[in-house]
């Protein structure tokens, strides 16, 4: 705990495996908190010494070592900061994504309220509609095991005195799961949970199996009444409000926030406030702004006229850089669906002259700055575009539900990336043959996708940290049902006996003949990073096709050390200028990473069987469309 005006800071908890979420109460007395669970050395040593028998242990934890301290598990804890005891949470220890393990502790410190994963999968959850029903049906043919964690969580509350923890609610979590307690303790309003499938006065059984609520939780007795419903197309989050009997909702619709809204209890009965009011109590006029093409910088709204005045800018040196002109666009699918994304310019930008164009995906927020993407891996829209190259930032497919986890998933983004590359090339922008794609986390699937199923020649491409639903994955993890389910849903069931066709003809495992393009791929974090992008890279090289495999072996997911995202980012920074412009750094520390892109280069150069059009061999004393100058090496 830090002491910002005495400059101190206070160790609080001695955990030696590392805490990963936390809350403390404003007495700063009650602490919980959430870290990598202990392992059992005696059980440990014998396993070491002995051998074991597998069981739901995980290929890259077999080979790196990590089984020795179990999936990935974590414990609760609760401290007692005034007297140094600890209470270990009941239901322990469990595996989970790290990134849903957030905390929520009432004032008075007696309850938490957090997120984990369902085990087992009640057979009724299969009946919600969308992806909550279809992972329901994927983690209950293929969770044995508490270790084996899935996309499903729900709600559950914590007695910090006892240490019992039990389900909010016999329903799942949604998206965005959020907690905001009331003063007195004895409610807490929750957003992003189902309600169980009963008909009710206040909800029918048809909105109960389409939408999440945010619902009002009595505590300790768990009953619960609906607040009200999130539309399906909108992801929710709460704050405090202006008084110790409300909350405020920030909402997400698509590719844009809108405006918060305010709840108040109003007797026995929940009411959305006006904006007067929360303009007077809330002061809402002292915000954070910001825009695409204008950083974050915290300043005071006037209320009527909109105007800004800036109280601070925390990145003034950002006026002393060039940045591209960021605009939204809009165009049509091939299937007939709108797409949106932001559109950056190249730097030096000159009307009638086509560019070469990298598309990054994995979403867009028109209201947020676009300065690298949506993520620190891979990603670098200003910096391409000070290279000479248009940048697309990509959202994502507004059908989702519709086609998340079955064929149609990638044909969605193969029609996205051409209709963006066709609606570009109409306005004389770009150059159709000097296009890129960067796909990180889910999205290195779409891109590999459509580097296998698109008739689009694509110049070069990039894919981070992904999943790709080949077949070389879905055997690594068998132990992780949340693939197993998604891979087998996706060709209808696993790769033998009847079942190869799907497979052959849309996984990438079977058609890398198929891929021209250049690619960059790149693993972070831990061993199955590495194993992740193992099969595209080993049957690229075995084709003796350009494939180039970054190991970035401390990692997060996405990147956030600084030398590691100069590794990702300028790293495709560079790859994207090599492939699309001919363009080299001349800094010598990198003459082993342009001596390693030649040999592709000739590996390219013998696929095509002619010279690379955009080789610098080939442009001797020429000029490309954008302006760049080339000459021989």
């Known amino acids: 705990m830090a002491n910002c005006r005495k400059s101190t800071v206070q160790r609080l908890t001695s955990d030696t495996e590392g805490v990963v979420a936390y809350d403390i109460t404003t007495d700063r007395r009650t602490l919980i908190y959430t870290a990598l669970a202990r392992s059992d050395e005696t059980e440990s040593k014998l396993k070491d010494g002995h051998g074991f028998s597998v069981d739901s242990e995980r290929l890259s934890s077999l080979l790196s070592g990590e089984w020795r301290r179990g999936a990935s598990l974590f414990q609760t804890y609760v401290l007692d900061t005034s007297t140094g005891k600890i209470q270990t949470v009941d239901g322990g220890p469990f595996s989970a994504r790290p990134w849903l393990l957030r905390l929520w502790l009432s004032p008075n410190g007696k309850y938490a309220i957090t997120e984990r994963p369902a085990f087992p999968i009640p057979?009724?959850?299969?009946?919600?509609?969308?992806?909550?029903?279809?992972?329901?049906?994927?983690?209950?043919?293929?969770?044995?095991?508490?270790?084996?964690?899935?996309?499903?969580?729900?709600?559950?509350?914590?007695?910090?005195?006892?240490?019992?923890v039990a389900p909010l609610v016999e329903a799942p979590a949604a998206s965005r799961f959020s907690v905001v307690w009331l003063a007195d303790s004895r409610s807490a309003v929750v957003s992003g949970t189902y309600l169980p499938l009963e008909k009710d006065e206040e909800t029918s059984l048809a909105s109960r199996k389409s939408q999440a609520f945010v619902v009002e939780f009595r505590i300790p007795s768990g009953s619960f009444r609906p607040i009200v419903a999130i539309p399906k197309n909108q992801l929710w989050t709460l704050g405090r409000g202006g008084n110790a009997d409300s909350f405020v909702v920030n909402e997400r619709e698509e590719f844009r926030s809108l405006p918060s809204r305010e709840f108040r209890r109003w007797e026995n009965t929940w009411i959305e406030s006006s904006e007067w009011q929360m303009a007077s109590e809330l002061h809402p006029n002292v915000r954070v702004t910001q825009s695409l093409e204008q950083w974050p910088v915290l300043a005071i709204v006037d209320a009527a006229t909109h105007q800004r005045t800036v109280i601070t800018d925390p990145n003034p040196q950002l006026r002393q850089r060039k940045l591209g002109l960021v605009q939204t666009v809009h165009w049509t699918g091939r299937l007939g669906e709108p797409w949106v994304g932001g559109l950056i310019y190249p730097t030096n930008y000159e009307p009638g002259v086509r560019y070469p164009l990298v598309i990054q995906t994995?979403?867009?927020?028109?209201?947020?700055?676009?300065?690298?993407?949506?993520?620190?891996?891979?990603?670098?829209?200003?910096?391409?575009?000070?290279?000479?190259?248009?940048?697309?930032?990509?959202?994502?497919?507004?059908?989702?539900?519709?086609?998340?986890?079955?064929?149609?998933?990638?044909?969605a983004y193969v029609s996205a990336y051409e209709s963006a590359v066709d609606y570009l090339d109409s306005l004389g922008m770009i150059d159709r043959t000097r296009v890129g794609l960067i796909g990180f986390s889910r999205t290195s699937y779409h891109v590999k996708f459509a580097l296998t199923h698109s008739q689009y020649p694509f110049a070069a491409a990039s894919a981070a940290e992904g999943i790709d639903f080949g077949y070389w994955q879905y055997i690594a993890e068998v132990n992780l049902p949340i693939y197993?389910?998604?891979?087998?849903?996706?060709?209808?069931?696993?790769?033998?006996?009847?079942?190869?066709?799907?497979?052959?003809?849309?996984?990438?495992?079977?058609?890398?003949?198929?891929i021209h393009t250049p690619l960059r791929l790149e693993a972070a974090n831990n061993p199955s990073a590495i194993?992740?992008?193992?099969?595209?890279?080993?049957?690229?090289?075995?084709?003796?096709?350009?494939?180039?495999?970054?190991?970035?072996p401390h990692g997060d997911h996405p990147v956030v050390k600084?030398?590691?995202?100069?590794?990702?980012?300028?790293?495709?920074?560079?790859?994207?200028?090599?492939?699309?412009?001919?363009?080299?750094?001349?800094?010598?520390?990198?003459?082993?990473q342009y001596q390693r892109w030649h040999e592709l280069r000739k590996l390219q150069q013998g696929n095509e069987g002619k010279q690379a059009p955009l080789g610098a061999e080939a442009l001797t004393g020429s000029a490309s469309a954008d302006g760049a100058s080339y000459s021989s090496e």
């Open 123 to 164: 057979e009724k959850w299969a009946s919600y509609e969308g992806w909550v029903g279809a992972e329901a049906q994927n983690l209950r043919l293929s969770a044995d095991s508490q270790s084996q964690v899935g996309a499903l969580s729900e709600g559950m509350l914590v007695n910090t005195v006892t240490g019992e």
């Open 362 to 411: 994995h979403g867009f927020d028109a209201d947020r700055f676009l300065a690298d993407g949506p993520y620190t891996t891979a990603m670098a829209a200003q910096e391409l575009a000070n290279k000479g190259i248009a940048v697309l930032q990509m959202g994502e497919t507004p059908f989702d539900e519709q086609v998340s986890q079955k064929p149609a998933e990638g044909q």
């Open 484 to 514: 197993r389910g998604a891979y087998q849903n996706m060709y209808g069931g696993p790769p033998w006996t009847a079942n190869w066709k799907p497979w052959m003809e849309n996984s990438i495992s079977f058609n890398f003949e198929k």
């Open 531 to 552: 194993l992740e992008e193992w099969e595209t890279f080993a049957a690229l090289r075995l084709l003796s096709k350009p494939v180039d495999l970054i190991f970035i």
């Open 562 to 592: 600084p030398w590691e995202r100069l590794t990702s980012q300028q790293g495709n920074v560079d790859w994207f200028a090599f492939w699309l412009k001919g363009q080299e750094d001349p800094a010598p520390a990198k003459a082993a």
